[in-house]
T-cell receptor
Framework: DVKVTQSSRYLVKRTGEKVFLECVQD?????MFWYRQDPGLGLRLIYF???????EKGDIPEGYSVSREKKERFSLILESASTNQTSMYLC???????????FGPGTRLLVL | AQTVTQSQPEMSVQEAETVTLSCTYD???????LFWYKQPPSRQMILVIR??????QNATENRFSVNFQKAAKSFSLKISDSQLGDTAMYFC?????????????FGGGTRLMVKP
């Protein structure tokens, strides 16, 4: 089975802190994605990557950056956390040209 | 840009009955993919069913089936013989094409409660 893991299930940070969310997949997938999930808005794509060191902006990249130094790991970085970044963050991965994405359990981030 | 709309924020159904979740989308593409994902409480999101736009036949997966109306840009999910384990958030999603970095566009979700 494909396994996508995220470093934390719950995280509480203060405004202005730098926040790292990590995602690891064990299926040698080329594509990795970061979404945020908010009630009524569904999931919105923040960034995605289709190869090591490659990244593309999604629909809402402002306030976020990403890093992909290894194929299995995709990090989401909040350079200076703000309260409007309080949300559920979901990581996903897929094969390069494939329609099926596999999701991690999510990280619920609260920024105070 | 593509948009996906789920007009029912919440629904409930009695166990063993049938329920239909609605989804409409807007696109100018001719070839694309549509999905229903399920997110159970405190559990990971999983794919329920997928439909390729070029296929006229509606996809089915055990108790789950879709009604795909391409001209109407409608993609509803029917759950037959509902079970308590079907309680979850359901998201309809659209993918424009298969390519490197195959992005999904999601609807706002429908929270389904199956009652005993």
């Amino acid at each position: 089975d494909v396994k996508v893991t995220q470093s934390s299930r719950y995280l509480v940070k203060r405004t202005g802190e730098k926040v790292f969310l990590e995602c690891v997949q064990d299926m040698d997938h080329e594509n990795m994605f970061w979404y945020r999930q908010d009630p009524g808005l569904g999931l919105r794509l923040i960034y995605f990557s289709y190869d090591v060191k490659m990244k593309e902006k999604g629909d809402i990249p402002e306030g976020y950056s990403v890093s992909r130094e290894k194929k299995e790991r995709f990090s989401l970085i909040l350079e200076s956390a703000s309260t409007n970044q309080t949300s559920m963050y979901l990581c996903a991965s897929s094969r390069l040209v494939s329609e099926t994405q596999y999701f991690g359990p999510g990280t619920r981030l609260l920024v105070l | 840009a593509q948009t996906v709309t789920q007009s029912q924020p919440e629904m409930s159904v009695q166990e063993a009955e049938t329920v239909t979740l609605s989804c409409t989308y807007d696109t100018s593409e001719n070839n694309y993919y549509l999905f229903w994902y399920k997110q159970p409480p405190s559990r990971q999101m999983i794919l329920v069913i997928r439909q390729e736009a070029y296929k006229q036949q509606n996809a089915t997966e055990n108790r789950f089936s879709v009604n795909f109306q391409k001209a109407a840009k409608s993609f509803s999910l029917k759950i037959s013989d509902s079970q308590l384990g079907d309680t979850a958030m359901y998201f309809c999603a659209f993918m424009k094409q298969l390519s490197a970095g195959n992005m999904l566009t999601f609807g706002g979700g429908t929270r389904l409660m199956v009652k005993p």
